[in-house]
């Protein structure tokens, strides 16, 4: 709409009547997922979390425990870019902790 003020304080509006466009480029196709496979991503398993003042987090000390918000049994959940993907089981394969998907996001 075009708004005109008239000299007797009122409004005229008239329509405003647009050209057409014409899509200037074909639409895109969706690109296979094997062109993404070399794409890094960071990928994190999180065991728990646990909220702590700044003197508790000053107090820590070599041997100090924190208490996580979750039971070992809860298991973990797998980020992908910091968004929950997955959940998870730790286990140690080979002397070093590990996860093994127990269920997908999604």
Sequence with gaps: ?????????GVKVTPVILP????STPPRSPRPLQTFVDVPVTVAVLAGR???????I???Q??????LDRAPEDGA?????????????????????AARLTGLVG
């Design 58 to 60: 000053r107090a820590l």
């Design 20 to 23: 057409e466009f014409e899509q």
């Design 1 to 9: 709409m075009h708004r005109v003020d008239t000299p007797d304080g």
């Design 62 to 67: 070599v041997g100090s425990v924190i208490a």
């Design 77 to 97: 959940e797998i980020l992908i870019n910091g968004v929950k993907a997955a959940a998870a089981d730790t286990i140690v394969v080979d002397d070093e902790l």
């Design 50 to 56: 646990a909220r702590l003042t700044i003197g508790q």
